[in-house]
């Protein structure tokens, strides 16, 4: 009989909700030796939201427990595995048996995160038994000439996943066809979108895949050269990446002369040093160099002139890990998936108000509705859904009214927003599009590197008015003045984070322009985030008398003693919010 | 010759670059807080600058690594560096103050980050830093005046899924309001007063 299995989720979120306790209490549990299984792990399966996750293979199958915190964790595998009872309930996921949480798996397509979840990404045997290198193996032994590999890239349909939407065929033929002594091969592990995380649990759920296809991009490019450049942020990501390519050298698939060619090919990871501008190709270029990571003009483009003014390509991390899976499994296998000018399937990140956020794969062409409402489960606390943001700081907001646009970079882009990397954050009623265009503001400002002045000084002028905006002092002239600076900015930068800046303003003034003009001409926040807006009184009916507020209140404005209904001086009143905050009756009213 | 005369220019422009900046330096981190003089031990750097001796593109690991050994980058270090490497201390400073890793004063034993991505945005991050300003009684970027914590704003930590995060050390902590967040770092300083440090794994 084959050894029971217990497999501990160590992705950094499983970490974060606690899954690095649960893997040592599993270890006392062993020790104990009342039970006896092998303590094993993976990575982020994508689940989340029901984090840390437990998954136990023995003879009924493999089983996935959810929450699986470390006091909840032996009496579990107590009654999985002493008295062979399978708690459905806690389940996620079960082999042949339905759980509660069987739609946020439905629809799902698996390509990019195929291993993600499903193998101990520290041991190179799992990403054996998994295909691992197969392809780059199998495209020297046939002796694939550059541009059959280029032609399939092509026909895969391919498009660049961290955001341009570039085809990765064509990307890899300017490069290609620039001779040169020497050439490099770039990973741009630099997640930097708040709200996106797919490329971090890419690189810790599989990073073998990521290795192999910078080694197909290498050896079809004639490069011998690859350097992945990874935030600092990113700890463990960066450790496995290190592991993945020690093994790699160790087993001989990297180095020189590999599998009896002459194609040489050498991998090493750069840390980034904190600058949400290096995502941008020529950036990353310069910061590799170890300057100032400012973009600059193209052309020259980095096909012709990148890294060390050699010809480069650059691709995302997902982008790569999609390589091995179209040379394994054909062009036509991957664009069978997907719509006319997008094919595949794109990894998105789903966060925000949203019930089951996680990590999601879904071919393109599904609608946004299905991924909330049938991936996702809808929003927290059923509360209506208002907006989604899509492309972090470059992206923008698409209502809830757009909901049934279908997901590929063409339709996307129409309602103004763009694809991005995949971070989707899901808003509710209760979320201010005018202090969420604030704080993306806010973000690229800080981040801009400096060389343009549109995008150096418009930008904080934009936040300026937003901020004036958000504190009550919004004038008649704003959202025009706005759109002028947004539109100057756009046409005046020289990089992607300066032309796509002015995105979520210029979104969120098209598709929620009244609570511009609720905040300017009524003084008025309707989602009641922006607090200087708000007025806060004192509901006569529902007011008991407790005197809580009235002692919490920083600035004595609640009047009234106790068992009588208090009221609260307007004048004297800071907006803080903490008597809402404190009454158990509800009798504090915002409007 | 003229092509000395430019080599002793170009020469004592350095020398005279590295004065002004490591003067430069030197205001900022007197004028940023009142810490200690700084004292770092400068033959630390010795195995790093040996490590990527004549490799292109090393300054920003070499930065890394220095701040890795002092927490913070000294003002001499910029001067070591730029002597073995031969980049000017004023392109040095550049990238330093470029990238938002490098921090030119010294920090608390313990840095928390609250994360600002937008995930945690929308998940009202802003409570968090709010409440352990008020519990630490610092503003954000600075460090109590006991040098044990520094509190810092970031962006994305990448747990958009278990929103509004923070991490302290190498500990990321998820799904928290102001007041758990104050609870974490009341038994964080609990196990600091013990003196028994638990690190976990």
């Not at chain 1, 306790?21 to 029901?50: H, N, V």
């Not at chain 1, 009641?528 to 007011?543: Q, R």
């Not at chain 2, 195995?47 to 920003?60: A, F, N, Q, R, V």
Request: proline letters at 4%; hydrophobic letters at 35%; charged letters at 25%.
């Amino acid at each position: 009989m084959k050894k029971t299995k217990v497999i501990v989720g160590l992705g950094s979120c499983g970490i974060a909700a606690g899954a690095s306790k649960t893997y040592s209490a599993l270890e006392e549990i062993l020790a104990k030796g009342e039970m006896d299984f092998e303590l094993a792990r993976t990575s982020c399966i994508g689940m989340c939201y029901k984090e840390p996750l437990v998954e136990i293979q023995d003879e009924k199958g493999k089983i996935i427990y959810g929450d699986m915190t470390a006091e909840a964790v032996e009496g579990i595998l107590k009654s999985h595995l002493l008295d062979g009872k399978i708690d459905l309930e806690r389940a996620v996921v079960a082999e042949e048996q339905k759980t509660p949480e069987d739609s946020f798996f439905e629809g799902q397509v698996k390509i990019a995160l195929r291993n993600c979840g499903y193998m101990d990404p520290e041991s190179f045997d799992e990403a054996l038994e998994r295909d691992a290198y197969k392809a780059i193996k199998t495209l020297i032994a046939e002796n694939k000439s550059s541009m059959d590999i280029i032609q399939t890239m092509i026909d895969s349909g391919l498009r660049g996943r961290g955001g341009g939407g570039f085809p990765t065929g064509l990307k890899w033929k300017f490069a290609y066809q620039n001779e040169s002594d020497q050439k490099y091969i770039i990973c741009n592990a630099d997640e930097g979108d708040p709200g996106a995380f797919m490329d971090r649990s890419l690189l810790e759920g599989d990073p073998h895949a990521v290795l192999e296809g910078m080694m197909i991009g290498g050896y079809t490019i004639g490069a011998s050269q690859g350097v992945i450049y990874c935030r600092a942020e990113y700890p463990l990501a960066i450790k496995r990446l290190n592991i993945a390519i020690n093994q790699a050298k160790a087993k001989g698939l990297l180095g020189e002369k590999l599998f009896g060619s002459d194609f040489s090919f050498d991998i090493y990871v750069k840390e980034g040093a904190g600058a949400f501008v290096c995502g941008e190709e020529t950036a990353l270029i310069a910061s590799i160099e170890g300057k100032r990571g400012m973009p600059r003009k193209r052309p020259p483009f980095p096909a012709v002139s990148g890294l060390w003014a050699k010809p480069t390509n650059i691709n995302n991390v997902e982008t790569w890990a999609n390589v091995p899976w179209i040379i394994n499994h054909g062009a036509e296998a991957y664009a069978a998936y997907g719509t006319e000018k997008s094919k595949g399937t794109k990894v998105f990140a789903l966060t925000g108000k949203i019930k089951h956020g996680g990590l999601v794969e879904v071919p393109m062409g599904v609608t946004i509705n299905d991924i909330i409402f049938k991936l996702g489960g809808g929003i927290q606390g059923d509360k209506k859904f208002k907006a989604v943001q899509l492309g972090g700081p470059s992206g923008g907001c698409i209502p809830a009214e757009l909901g049934d646009t279908i997901v590929d970079y063409d339709s996307v882009n129409a309602t103004g927003a763009i694809m991005g990397s995949g971070g989707m954050v899901v808003m509710d009623e209760s979320t201010c599009m005018i202090d969420l265009a604030k704080f993306f503001l806010n973000f690229t400002q800080e981040e801009s590197c400096g060389k343009c002045t549109f995008c150096r000084v418009g930008t904080k002028r934009m936040l300026e008015m937003l901020e004036r905006i958000t504190e009550g002092k919004g004038e008649d002239g704003d959202i025009e003045k706005l759109e002028n600076l947004a539109h100057q900015i756009k046409n005046n930068s020289l990089c992607g984070l300066g032309q796509t800046a002015p995105n979520p303003v210029l979104t969120t003034l098209k598709y929620f322009r009244h609570e511009y003009e609720a905040h300017i001409y009524d003084k008025k926040c309707p989602a009641k985030v922006c607090k200087p807006l708000l007025t806060y009184t004192i509901d006569p009916e529902k007011c008991t008398g407790c005197t809580v507020c009235a002692v919490k209140c920083p600035t004595n404005a609640i009047d009234g003693s106790r068992k009588q209904i208090h009221s609260i001086n307007q004048e004297t009143c800071i907006h803080c919010g903490e008597c809402y905050n404190v009454c158990k009756f509800e009798a504090v009213m915002v409007d | 010759m003229l092509s000395d005369r430019i080599a002793t220019l170009v020469r004592s422009r350095l020398l005279l670059n590295s004065i002004y900046l490591i003067m430069r330096i030197t205001r900022i981190a007197h004028t940023q807080q009142s810490q200690p003089k700084e004292d770092a031990d400068l033959s630390l750097m010795k195995p790093l600058l040996i490590k990527y001796d004549h490799k292109p593109g090393s300054l920003i690991p070499l930065l890394q690594g220095t701040q890795e050994l002092y927490g913070f980058l000294p003002s001499g270090a910029f001067k070591a560096i730029s002597e073995a490497t031969g980049i000017a201390p004023a392109d040095i400073y550049g990238v330093a103050t470029f990238y938002a890793q490098f921090r030119l004063s010294p920090v608390g034993k313990n840095i928390i980050k609250v994360c600002h991505g937008t995930a945690c945005h929308v998940q009202n991050a802003n409570a968090i830093t709010d409440a352990l300003k008020d519990h630490l009684g610092v503003n954000d970027g600075e460090t109590t005046a006991d040098g044990e914590f520094t509190l810092e704003s970031v962006a994305c930590l990448g747990c958009c899924s278990l929103a509004p995060v923070m991490m302290i050390g190498e500990n990321t902590y998820g799904k928290l309001n102001g007041k758990s967040a104050v609870k974490i770092l009341k038994e964080i300083k609990n196990q600091l007063c013990t003196n028994q440090p638990k690190a976990e794994k």
